[in-house]
């Protein structure tokens, strides 16, 4: 989860992708799209982090 939050601050040095998003919705004071965009970071790491969790589980069957 923490390597997904890193993604708003790697887009502060010209990284790009969904931290961006973040960055840009903030620096115009648009809150929604900020919160929208950090939801769809929320809502990737939970994704990542369940389905690896699965693999790990899975491989020490």
């Not at 620096?27 to 929320?42: D, H, K, P």
């Not at 990737?44 to 491989?59: C, E, H, N, W």
């Amino acid at each position: 989860m923490m390597a997904l939050a890193m993604s708003t601050i790697a887009a502060m040095v010209g990284a790009g992708g969904l931290g961006t998003e973040v960055l840009r919705a903030m620096g115009q004071l648009r809150e929604g799209e900020a919160v929208v965009a950090g939801f769809a970071i929320v809502i990737l790491a939970i994704m990542i982090d369940r389905i690896s969790q699965g693999y790990i589980d899975k491989k020490t069957l």
